[in-house]
């Protein structure tokens, strides 16, 4: 199975089950966790789909649940703020911040006499 790393986006491509102990040969992070499983869901009951599932209350660390299929993790790491705030402004068809904004410049341009 082809997927991704949560903890490194690393592409990742298994033969058969994932164990307890299995690691992410780039980051050496566990894969059998919560948060890279295909039954993960931030909004379903105890965040998982899977009914049946005992409550795991660590997300991120490797846990023993029978139930774990290997997801793919990578579209839920988080973004750095400047990722965010560049998604924003191609979304709203802005050029992407340069990159050495300082906020005290953005703050002396809004206070700025016109």
């Given amino acids: ?14 033969d058969g089950p994932i164990g ?10 566990d894969l059998h966790r919560c948060i890279n499983c295909r039954h993960y869901d931030e909004a379903a009951g105890n965040e ?5 599932a005992d409550r795991i ?11 774990y299929q290997l997801g793919d993790g990578a579209p839920r790491r988080r973004k750095s703020s ?3 705030k560049d998604a924003l402004r191609a979304l ?11 906020p005290r410049d953005a703050l ?7």
């Fill in 20 to 29: 307890r102990r299995t690691t992410c040969p780039e980051c050496d992070a």
């Fill in 82 to 84: 400047r990722q965010a």
């Fill in 57 to 67: 209350v660590d997300k991120l660390g490797s846990n023993p649940c029978d139930l």
């Fill in 108 to 114: 002396e341009a809004l206070f700025r006499k016109k």
């Fill in 1 to 14: 199975m082809a997927t991704t790393c949560y903890g490194c986006g690393a592409a990742l491509a298994f």
């Fill in 48 to 52: 998982c789909r899977e009914p049946h």
């Fill in 92 to 102: 709203f068809g802005e050029a992407p911040s340069g990159g050495d904004d300082d």
